[in-house]
């Protein structure tokens, strides 16, 4: 969960790396909120939760293909 909260803090900052644990940590969590929205068929709930975390999504692959060129 600390990776996470981290994450939400910088949804803003591209630069830098992030571990691998950070990033399957999030990733995890955020497929094991999603699926059970997906299953539900409620769209409004799904993309409630999903608007606010797309700019920390997108940060967090940008940080992990720095270390994934490495």
Known sequence: MKWYLEVMKKYAVFNGRSTR???WTVQVFLW?????L???G???????F???HISPSVSLMVKKA???RK
Do not use: D
């Not at 409620?42 to 409630?48: A, R």
């Open 66 to 68: 720095a270390w994934h």
């Open 32 to 36: 094991f909120i999603i699926f059970p």
């Open 42 to 48: 409620n769209i409004l709930v799904m993309l409630i």
């Open 50 to 52: 999903l608007v606010p």
């Open 38 to 40: 997906l299953a539900s």
């Open 21 to 23: 644990k950070e990033f």
